[in-house]
């Protein structure tokens, strides 16, 4: 049986095991603490009972107005733990955390376009492509913003596919 509870501090020195995969971004220390001390409620850890980090996924809230919603910054499980459901438990806790703690339009989050599984992934949890956006991984390899609206709106405004790509620097947050 997993537990999952708020990301630690300690944590950090234990996550390699999920950290060391080549599609999951690995960050400065100071990024992480930024996340854990200003969104401490989007960053949960799935934890084994024998104390090892099993995943966590990290996110924030941001925008204005209709474009209010919570953006998933990370989510991985390490690859011993994988096709278990952990990493649907962890989204499905960020979209909750969106919807009832800050009352989130969407939630939306980057995919590389060459992270197939990942896509299939996020289609499945209920996520579709809004719009492609250029060179978004170091320049080199472009990213789709995928979104999933939430409750709040109710005419599924922000999940509308914009019809041509984007530049980072277009990116509203």
């Known amino acids: 049986m997993t537990t999952t509870r708020q990301f630690r501090c300690e944590d ?4 390699n095991n999920v950290n060391l995969d080549p599609l999951t971004e690995t960050y400065q220390m100071s990024f ?20 090892n980090l099993m995943g966590y996924v990290m996110g ?11 953006h998933v910054t990370a989510v991985t499980v390490a690859p011993e733990f994988r096709r278990r459901g952990l990493g649907r438990k962890l989204m499905n806790s960020l979209e909750s955390t969106s919807e009832h703690v ?21 289609e499945a949890f209920g996520y579709s492509v809004y719009r492609r956006v250029l060179g978004y991984y170091s320049g080199t390899e472009d990213a789709f913003d995928m979104r999933k ?3 709040r709106d109710k005419e599924k405004k922000s999940v509308v596919p914009l019809q041509h790509p984007v530049l980072p620097e277009d990116l509203e947050w």
């Open 12 to 15: 950090l020195f234990r996550f």
């Open 32 to 51: 992480y603490l930024q996340y854990l001390s200003t969104w401490p409620d989007f960053f949960q850890a799935e934890t084994h009972p024998s104390g």
């Open 60 to 70: 924030k809230a941001e925008g204005e107005g209709e474009l209010w919603h919570g």
């Open 102 to 122: 800050f009352d989130a339009y969407f939630v939306d989050l980057f995919v590389r376009v060459s992270n197939s599984l990942a896509i299939g992934m996020y």
């Open 149 to 151: 609206a939430l409750p």
